[in-house]
């Protein structure tokens, strides 16, 4: 029996599908939920694929107290997915049964396959409410599909759909994505929708130190910095990025581009900044730790975003609290982290003949504008606040809460 909703700590068992060391947005997202719910005061078990023999989870850089561990029995994806990304078994294991044994007032899934499955049943099995977040665009992903793209987007949209109708709410990390999920349930009792976007801790990363690249790669001191932070990959439009910064910095020869992160983009990538337009104007540092990462970019001057298939784009809200103005193509979840003309500029996706145009002006406008690139900076610390974690948790606790006085 689940305990009246009431002000005091709750039980909350958390299902991941993919969990550190793997790095992601999803990860990250996970980790910030558990420890930022344990650090308000409730009690979470974080139910996740156990890592590779030897691998340590270690951390994020997520602030908190260490929740309490159930790992799932685990495998690593064949290609194209990337390295040391490990998914559970879908049989029965100590770690499930630890779940049932937690009693949990709330059980919140982090994926809707095979993990949102196991959340499911132990959810129903203690007769509380599932909660799920959605993290993850997934048609935007049917590249990696080939002949297969058409009936499997159709067939996972009719999944979700099902599984959706589980759930006694839904949680989006961004405004379109809420709409869109809204917009799609069927009529009848449906899940409540809430736009809840991941929390950061804002101050630690306002804390790190600065590592200035232009000491690495040997370029000139007045050189300015873009930088662009992610998975370089076709659905993040790291390509785009590279093709604007190649038309800015012929426009602007004091520019240079810092790549981080890795991912199936990297050789060709690394091929493509060798031609003579680029050479040694970019560097890919390849993937980093998170915080490592941040604080390269906090040595940078400007960050360059371009992704059209994100629920939230967790990066800007990452990059706006490291102090940096943002100049990103409009698209899902751009909005909900930056304010156009206040902290960033946002410019048009469409049409997409000029896009790569688009940013580049922007590009080359923001670098010759040092009192503008300092006034954005400024205006992103002073709003940064607006993306801490202890609000966002305090969002998700009223949530459960809710639920919970629902059931009576």
């Known amino acids: 029996m689940t305990r009246q909703p009431t002000d005091e700590p709750l039980r909350i068992a958390i299902f991941a ?20 719910l344990r650090a308000a005061g409730h009690e979470v078990l974080l139910v996740a694929p156990r890592p590779a023999r030897g691998a340590v989870p270690g951390s994020a850089g997520v602030v908190g107290p260490d929740p309490e561990m159930a790992w799932l029995p685990s495998f690593q994806l064949p ?9 559970p078994w879908p049989i029965p294991s100590s770690a499930l049964r630890a779940a049932v044994a937690f009693r949990p007032d709330i059980v919140h899934a982090q994926s809707p396959f095979v993990s949102g499955l196991m959340a499911r049943r132990v959810a129903r099995r203690a007769g509380v409410p599932l909660v799920f977040t959605h993290h993850t665009r997934l048609g935007e992903y049917r590249h990696y599909l080939g002949p297969l793209a058409a009936p499997g987007t159709a067939a996972v949209s009719a999944y979700l759909g099902r599984f959706w ?9 961004g405004t379109d994505l809420g709409d869109e999920i809204a917009a799609q349930l069927r009529v009848g009792r449906r899940p409540v ?4 976007p991941t929390g950061i801790d804002t101050a630690s990363i306002g804390r790190l130190e600065p590592d200035d690249p232009r000491s690495a790669t040997a370029w000139p001191g007045n050189t300015v910095v ?21 038309l ?112 580049a002006a922007a590009i080359v406008g923001l670098a010759r504008d040092r ?38």
């Open 165 to 173: 109708a589980g759930c006694a709410a839904i949680v989006a990390p």
């Open 17 to 36: 599908e993919s969990y550190l060391p793997y790095l992601s947005g999803v990860t990250v997202s996970t980790e910030s939920l558990a420890r930022g």
């Open 226 to 246: 873009a930088v662009s932070v992610g998975r370089l990959a076709p659905e993040k439009s790291t390509d785009l990025v590279v093709d604007a910064f190649a």
């Open 193 to 196: 929708v809430r736009v809840i």
């Open 371 to 408: 009192t503008r690139r300092v006034a954005l900076a400024q205006a992103a610390v002073d709003g940064a606040s607006r993306f801490d974690v202890a609000a966002r948790i305090g969002e998700m606790a009223d949530l459960y809460r809710s639920l919970l006085a629902q059931r009576g």
């Open 79 to 87: 290609r194209p997915a990337p390295r040391g990304y490990r998914v």
């Open 248 to 359: 800015a910095v012929a426009e602007e020869p004091i520019l240079r581009l810092l790549l981080v992160g890795g991912g199936p983009l990297e050789v060709a990538l690394r091929t493509r900044v060798a031609h003579s337009d680029l050479a040694g104007r970019v560097h890919l540092t390849g993937a980093r730790p998170r915080l490592e990462g941040l604080a390269l970019a906090r040595g940078a001057d400007l960050f360059v975003f371009a992704s059209q298939t994100e629920t939230q784009g967790l990066v800007l809200a990452e990059a706006l609290a490291a102090g940096l103005p943002v100049v990103a193509v409009d698209g899902h979840g751009v909005r909900d982290s930056v304010r156009d003309g206040i902290d960033g500029e946002i410019l048009p996706a469409a049409p997409n003949e000029t896009r790569r145009a688009r940013l």
